[in-house]
């Protein structure tokens, strides 16, 4: 027995020593929570002389289930057949394929995934709401899953509403039932019916499940956690792992009160932190918690390493958001020289639209690269639909983008009519619009009016790209297309319009690079630029940097991590604005930060240019609550004013006190004056040609105070520096 146990630390060995009662496990990022799980169910059967049978664990995920059954296997030498380690469904639907003719189903039930769910509700809508608009079928599916998992403890009811969801729900379940289907959402609700329903089939399951173990508790919403207190019943043998400051699936559901209840329903409950992490060095979770202490409710706890202090967190800020990409990709580029491997990296961001850049700047230093749980930039849905109008704008015989266009949002225009159109443009050698002119010989006056209005939108959209600023051109398109009013009934509205927005940048960027272009010849370039992305390939798919969202990273580790966009705004969102959620914004950052083994660089910019506008930003307040001893200042923060030089944190912190007790422009010449070899009064206005010793010659784009914003040559791109720099001189 010992060797079971040698290879845990005293925590450790506590949460699978104490078998008997409630038992509450916090375990804390990278704390070996699966390997106590494990250990804990071999405990019971060595040890404890437990049948595997009478022992009942559950996760979230296929893949931990998996997990665990093999370490089991490899611990008991049991097989997997005897073993109820699964997630919540795979428990019910086992449950239910014995019992679920007590509720009116036929054994042979079968299970529905969500695009069955989906089709049925298209259906009956069809039937029922002939008028409703079938591009709500993934929000409705959405809100009738919602509606099912809010159930209350007591009886499974819930508030229907008024919406479309609502109307249908009974119609919906009607038709479930009557064709013998169950939604993933019904194996866990018609399992909770079964046992209150049904006693006696309950307590065959009550004196079945002796110890009862349960994973990411914190990530359990109202109708799980029922579900656990009806499984056991009288029996007090639970033992929960969780972690309060991991919870960030309140979007999906997920209640982080049930911790909190579970202490109120099992007063007499043992509580073990477990707060060695095997995964980070000391500088990294000493970060980590610095954080996290900042939100109120949580059981407190503090994750220290064996792994000694490792290197000090890198705080970087570059003077726009291309700087701060590029400073990465050199990061990435010279550590792979002194032997990381690509995979080794992730960048983490809090909004999706983030990594474009990356993308671009990664495909043209030939980073290999991977974004994980979401598309690429320019192959997402929105952003496809949007270039679609682009490309009409530009060519009238590009029947692809026409079709893709006009479908988008629905104009009453079907693939039949499509199909016409087509075949009388290469019958008589036409283009779309001259195809259009002429639909009224071949197609029904209603059709016909609408294809002619739309040509017209096309034509008014060409003028406007002439006429209009880009952001405006942007925001006209959307508006008047209809795209953004249907764009608002999609789930992911938010995330779909933040990259409509970024296009702005895109096309404000492009216009700066191609200054002598006609604006027609700088939408052409763009848009076979994009093109040629969307065409690249990373050869060594496995040996590949990570770009992901921070809810995606949950349950990885890598031995560099970068975590960007750390701005009020963007990391926290701009609309954590109430204690609670800004709280759960806190715990992704506490995520983020602890999914770094060695290297751990947290990134900004002074200036970023989102939606296609240029704003100061304001520094995250999460990178705020570190301490300063444990960063090391990169970049524009570390900048001294007409030196090129670095400052140390300690210099950091001195500059910052000058700022706060000196007028502004005071401050300023005692800066400039300890460095006069690299000052020298710069008369420029915007438009003014200048020469840059570094990076050759410019034009002003604008001026701010001391600073100005200068546009160079290809590839040095926009700058923003000190006006009165001696490296600049006007021309």
Not at 84 to 104: D, N, V
Not at 659 to 672: E, Q
Request: glycine share 4%; aromatic share 10%; proline share 1%.
């Amino acid at each position: 027995m010992s060797n079971l146990l040698e290879n845990l630390n005293e925590k450790q060995r506590e949460a699978v020593l104490y078998t008997e009662g409630p038992v509450m496990a916090i375990a804390g990022a990278g704390s070996g929570k699966t390997s106590v799980l494990t250990t804990r169910i071999a405990y019971l059967i060595k040890k404890k002389n437990v049948n595997i049978s009478n022992i009942l664990a559950i996760t979230f995920t296929n893949k931990a289930a998996r997990e665990m059954k093999d370490r089991v296997i490899n611990l008991t030498d049991h097989l997997t057949s005897e073993m109820w380690i699964s997630t919540f469904h795979s428990f019910c639907a086992k449950i239910l394929r014995f019992h679920i003719e007590s509720l009116g189903y036929k054994r042979g039930f079968q299970i529905i995934d969500d695009d069955d769910a989906k089709k049925i509700i298209k259906d009956i809508l069809k039937e029922e709401k002939p008028e409703a608009d079938v591009k709500e079928l993934k929000q409705i599916r959405t809100k009738i899953s919602r509606m099912k998992n809010k159930s209350n403890n007591k009886n499974n009811d819930f508030d229907k509403g008024n919406d479309l969801a609502s109307e249908i729900y009974d119609e919906y379940q009607k038709y479930l039932f009557t064709n013998n289907l169950v939604d993933f959402d019904d194996l866990l609700l018609l399992t909770i019916e079964l046992f209150k329903q049904f006693p006696e089939i309950k307590k065959i399951y009550n004196n079945k499940f002796q110890y009862v173990l349960v994973d990411e508790f914190q990530d359990t919403n109202n109708v799980q956690y029922e579900l656990v207190s009806l499984i056991l019943g009288d029996n007090k043998n639970i033992f929960i792992v969780g972690d309060e400051d991991q919870s960030i699936y309140a979007f999906r559901g997920a209640n982080i009160k049930n911790i909190r209840k579970f202490k109120e329903d099992y007063p007499d409950y043992h509580i073990v932190l477990l707060e060695e992490n095997y995964r980070s060095t000391n500088n990294i979770l000493r970060a980590a918690n610095q954080i996290i202490e900042n939100n109120d409710n949580r059981i407190v706890k503090k994750l220290f390493s064996s792994k000694g202090n490792g290197e000090l967190i890198v705080k970087y800020k570059g003077a726009t958001e291309r700087d701060e990409v590029e400073y990465i990709s050199k990061q990435i580029l010279k550590l792979v020289r002194k032997g990381f491997e690509y995979r080794d990296f992730a960048v983490l961001y809090r909004m999706n639209n983030l990594s474009r850049m990356f993308e671009d700047n990664f495909i043209s230093k030939h980073i290999p690269y991977g974004i994980v749980g979401n598309t690429s930039f320019y192959k997402r849905r929105e952003i496809k639909d949007f270039i679609a109008y682009l490309r009409m704008i530009l060519s009238s015989s590009d029947f692809f983008s026409f079709e893709r266009a006009i479908s988008n949002p629905r104009r009453g225009i079907g693939k039949k009519t499509l199909l016409k159109i087509k075949d009388y443009m290469y019958l008589y050698d036409l283009d779309i619009f001259e195809a259009i002119d002429k639909s009224s010989e071949y197609l029904g006056k209603s059709v016909s009016n609408k294809l002619i209005i739309f040509k017209e939108s096309i034509e008014d959209y060409r003028n406007k790209f002439e006429v209009l600023a880009l952001n405006d051109f942007v925001d006209y398109i959307l508006s008047d297309s209809g795209y953004l009013k249907a764009l608002e009934k999609d789930e992911k509205f938010d995330d779909r319009y933040s990259n409509l927005l970024e296009f702005k940048s895109i096309l404000n960027e492009n216009q700066n690079i191609y200054t002598e272009s006609t604006k027609q010849d700088m939408l052409l370039y763009l848009l076979e630029d994009i093109s040629l992305k969307n065409d690249e390939n990373n050869e060594d798919i496995d040996n590949r940097v990570t770009l992901m969202t921070v809810h995606s990273a949950k349950g990885l580790e890598f031995r560099v991590v970068f975590v960007i966009g750390l701005e009020n705004g963007i990391f926290p969102m701009i609309r954590a604005s109430e204690a609670d959620q800004l709280e759960e914004e806190r715990r992704l950052m506490y995520v983020a930060v602890t999914r770094a083994k060695e290297l751990l660089f947290l990134t900004n910019a002074n200036v970023r240019n989102l939606y296609g506008e240029s704003k100061h930003t304001v520094e995250s307040l999460f990178v705020k609550e570190i301490d300063d001893e444990l960063l090391s200042v990169e970049g524009y923060d570390s900048y001294t004013r007409g030196t090129g030089s670095f400052r140390t944190s300690g210099q950091v912190r001195t500059s910052k006190m000058l700022s706060s007790i000196l007028p502004k422009k005071a401050a300023s010449i005692i800066k400039r004056k300890s460095n006069l070899d690299n000052y020298k009064e710069n008369d420029l206005n915007k438009g003014d040609k200048v020469e840059h010793t570094k990076f050759g010659e410019g034009m002003v784009i604008s001026i701010a105070g001391d600073n100005c914003v200068i546009a160079f040559e290809h590839p040095h791109g926009i700058k923003k520096l000190l006006k009165d720099h001696a490296a600049i001189t006007k021309k």
